[in-house]
């Protein structure tokens, strides 16, 4: 049974090999507690990954859930919390962050005017040790079975000894089995005054309509691309990491919304770099290819040279880069030219803010109707690419074909 563990000691088989060099010297200085296994863990932590070490403690710190965060803090000031949240979402956005952070809020005696614990009372000292008896944490996906549930429900009747509220998070909940769901009902219909259940899942389509219709329901967002790029700044500047904003914004695209996986992409890449993370060793380290090249394939096709295209294509080929993953990454560039051409859709551009000049640039070169033509053509290219029997010359056929757009579209509007 996994509930009522230290969180950190829960966790732990998930954080990753130790880094050579030690993030925060001043831990190591860390006076003995008194407490064995917080020790052990304080030091530890020097190489526990970014996404342990910064999980967000407070509302106010979860990135890109503003409206739930907002929610739920409005529910505890005015003392209408639910006792049953279904937080959906897929994995890695915060979830398991905004529960912990909910339990711990509500159990402090000290709130602030914000809504945000104190982090300084005796309940909220229970919680940072990670000794609180406020908060279970059910992992469903290796506890599914009647038995678990029923202990849990036992657990449940105990009212808390410290604070209000007993905050039961159960992850995964989709995996449990129907026999443990139908013990489940009842408690989740009638619970205790003190409980509060907190059902995460990755798969809501999963959660039977019971379940449903009994729950305040979270869809939490994936985060944006630029968010995560920020966050990683602020982390990087805290560890006293130097980083190109540019290298920040292609790992926050690759973490595809998920906050956890850009801390650890962040993570790989500060291991395999040192201390600066530049945008080179990047895209170097996850393989990806340069946008430079899309950049020139564009002002290649613009000058009608197809000898230069070919070219820049076999180049890639031979750089080992998959030809149907360029045409996906070659239509993601125009789209973004094509979002840059009207100031209604800029923000629209997911790129870092230094390369945005050259998107802009590049754009004003090129009519819309012949970017929505490219469009076009890779889009057909990449829909046919499965099934051609010539792929490289299927590319190959799709970039000649952007080669004369321009040619085209004036036949057509002389
Ligand atoms: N919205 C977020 N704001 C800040 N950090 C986040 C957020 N989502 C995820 N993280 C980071 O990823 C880690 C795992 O997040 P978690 O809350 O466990 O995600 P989930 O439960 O949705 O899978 C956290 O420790 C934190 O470092
Ligand atoms: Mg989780
Ligand atoms: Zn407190």
């Excluded at 509220?165 to 992850?171: C, E, F, L, P, S």
């Excluded at 990683?232 to 790992?251: D, K, N, T, W, Y």
Aim: aromatic letters at 8%; glycine letters at 4%; charged letters at 25%.
């Amino acid at each position: 049974m996994n509930y009522g563990l230290h969180p950190t000691v829960l966790s732990w088989k998930y954080t990753s090999e130790p880094t050579e060099f030690s993030r925060n010297e001043r831990s190591y200085q860390q006076p003995f507690t008194g407490r064995k296994i917080s020790f052990i863990f304080a030091r530890m932590s020097e190489f526990v990954v970014s996404a342990r070490k910064y999980r967000p403690q407070t509302f106010d710190t979860v990135v890109g859930q503003q409206s739930i965060t907002a929610t739920l803090k409005n529910a505890i000031r005015s003392d209408h919390l639910a006792q049953a949240f279904l937080f959906c979402g897929s994995r890695g956005v915060g979830k398991t962050s905004t529960a912990r952070i909910l339990a711990k809020t509500i159990n402090c005696f000290n709130r602030t005017e914000s809504v945000e614990a104190c982090d300084a009372c005796e309940s909220c000292e229970s919680f940072n040790s990670g000794a609180s008896l406020n908060v279970y944490e059910l992992d469903a996906a290796s506890n599914n079975s009647v038995e678990d549930i029923r202990s849990l429900i036992d657990q449940v009747r105990i009212a808390p000894q410290l604070g209000t509220h007993k905050v039961y998070i159960i992850d995964e909940v989709h995996m449990l089995s129907t026999a443990a769901f139908n013990a489940f009902l009842k408690t989740l219909e009638e619970p205790p005054k003190h409980a509060i259940f907190i059902l995460a899942t990755t798969e809501k389509h999963k959660i039977i309509p019971t379940i449903l219709s009994r729950c305040q329901i979270f869809d939490f967002n994936r985060i944006k691309v630029k968010d995560i790029a920020d966050h990683l700044m602020r982390i990087a500047r805290e560890e006293g990491i130097s980083a190109e904003g540019e290298a920040l914004h292609v790992i926050a695209q690759k973490a595809d919304g998920a906050l956890r996986d850009a801390l650890s992409i962040f993570d790989q890449i500060v291991t395999f770099s040192g201390n600066s993370i530049t945008y080179q060793n990047v895209i170097d380290n996850l393989n990806i290819l340069d946008y430079d090249y899309y950049f020139r394939i564009v002002e290649s096709a613009r000058k009608e040279d197809i000898p230069a295209v070919l070219l820049l294509l076999n180049d890639i080929v031979e750089r080992g880069f998959d030809a149907h993953n360029f045409i996906v990454g070659l239509s993601a560039h125009y789209r973004n030219l094509l979002v840059c051409k009207d100031v209604r859709t800029a923000p629209l551009l997911e790129v870092s803010e230094s390369i945005q000049d050259r998107f802009i640039e590049q754009s004003k070169a090129i009519p819309a109707d012949q970017l929505i033509r490219a469009l076009g053509v890779l889009s057909k290219a990449d829909v046919e690419y499965k099934a051609s029997k010539n792929q490289r010359l299927l590319v190959e056929m799709a970039l000649m074909q952007l080669c004369s757009i321009a040619k085209e579209s004036e036949k057509k509007n002389p």
